[in-house]
């Protein structure tokens, strides 16, 4: 049996050499870190959004005319030629049935029309009158003058009746048809529109045609159905003439010009389109987003550069993803985006400099998803810390994570 004092010593012992563990196990350990460098390459900045495809000119084609439209047998997307496609056929209305008050004014229009033609055919009995006695006034007179009773004057005043009366007549004469035609007129709306003689030639159609060369993009209005003059039937177009247009906010809208380079995606094709900004639209217009905001949009239009080859999938509608460069660098010192955190009203990253963090402000230009540029603060081949954790302080002990 030992000794207290050789239990003590061993008691020492034991208890030292669990605190020690302890001590080891509980000491800082080094941070693993992911590192980057500050490199010196291109660099652009772009506006990304949602466009869709569109034809640069729709035609929409109306009725000409009020009637019963026919169903129309063209198909969207089959090929059309101007002025030579027929598009729709429409039989004409036929007039309106008279209610009592109508019919009572037609007939009163009637009776009028047929007493101004019986005032015309007066006046033109008069004027005739007058015609004949100034062309036997006029016969005397060269008599006269022959005898040499009257004087030559006379006889010119004589002429100048005769002429006078000739055209007083041929005004009556005109007067006269303008009354009968507006009897004539005044008849027609006591028409009934039911009353269809054997021999009359059916009154159909009015041909609808295509004012372009190109394809039927939408049918309006398929079915016979009766349509009012002016009512939408086919909307037609050129697929080959194709542009983009892009809602964007007009905070990222202030930053487009017309002929900044355009980058088309994800539309299909398995290739990424070129395209060129053609006009930012000077108004812009509210639109409610998915999280039910109300923003401020404004229109770019945008055309291919690329030849129609290219892009002759793609229609009239269709979604594309778009990439307009607003900024391009060749030469532009740059690092990931990933490295930068604000540190109170400055912009700053951890660089790694003989396995400590050392905290950097930084004064960043130009930046994209990816990358920022480096105005100040740093230089080409600095490392930098990415994703730095809240933990992580000026001066600590870092390792190379993976290394």
């Not at 033609?117 to 006046?123: P, Q």
């Not at 159905?225 to 002016?230: H, L, P, T």
Request: aromatic share 4%.
């Amino acid at each position: 049996m030992l000794s207290p004092w050789p239990r003590r010593i061993v008691y020492l012992t034991v208890t030292a050499a669990v605190a020690g563990a302890l001590a080891l196990a509980l000491r800082p350990q080094p941070a693993a870190v992911s590192l980057a460098q500050v490199t010196t390459g291109p660099m652009t900045v772009t506006l990304d959004d949602e466009g869709r495809t569109r034809v640069r000119e729709i035609y929409v084609v109306s009725a000409p005319v009020a009637g019963r439209k026919l169903r129309i047998t063209q198909k969207v997307g089959a090929k059309v030629t101007a002025h030579e496609t027929v598009l729709a056929s429409i039989e004409p209305s036929e007039p309106a049935f008279l209610d009592l008050r109508s019919a009572a004014e037609a007939k009163a229009r009637i009776k009028a029309a047929q007493a101004a033609r019986t005032l015309a055919e007066a006046e033109l009995k008069r004027s005739l009158a007058e015609l004949d006695f100034a062309r036997a006034d006029f016969d005397r007179a060269q008599a006269l003058v022959k005898r040499g009773t009257i004087s030559k004057r006379e006889l010119e005043r004589a002429e100048l009746a005769v002429r006078t009366k000739e055209a007083a007549a041929s005004t009556a004469r005109a007067g006269l048809r303008v009354k009968q035609f507006e009897l004539e007129t005044a008849s027609a709306a006591l028409i009934d529109p039911a009353a269809r003689s054997d021999n009359a030639p059916t009154a159909c159609c009015v041909a609808v045609r295509s004012p372009i060369t190109g394809r039927i993009l939408r049918l309006v209005l398929e079915s016979a159905a009766v349509v009012s003059m002016g009512a939408p039937l086919v909307e037609v177009g050129d697929p080959a003439d194709l542009e983009i247009v892009v809602d964007l906010l007009s905070s990222d809208a202030v930053q487009v010009q017309a002929g900044d380079e355009v980058l088309i995606d994800d539309w299909g094709g398995g290739v990424t389109l070129a395209g060129q900004v053609r006009r930012v639209e000077p108004a812009g217009f509210t639109k409610i987003s998915a999280l039910g905001i109300e923003e401020q949009r404004v229109n770019v239009l945008i055309d291919f550069t690329d030849p129609p080859e290219r892009y002759a999938r793609l229609g009239h509608g269709y979604r594309v993803d778009t990439r307009i460069i607003t900024w391009r660098g060749d030469k532009v010192l740059r690092l990931p985006m990933s490295a930068l955190f604000r540190d109170g009203d400055h912009w700053a990253v951890f660089t790694a400099k003989e396995d400590r963090a050392r905290l950097r402000h930084v004064e960043i230009g130009k930046s994209n998803g990816d990358w920022a540029q480096v105005l100040g603060g740093l230089a080409e081949g600095d490392q930098v810390i990415q994703h730095p954790s809240d933990v992580l302080k000026d001066g600590a002990k870092i390792v190379q994570r993976g290394g």
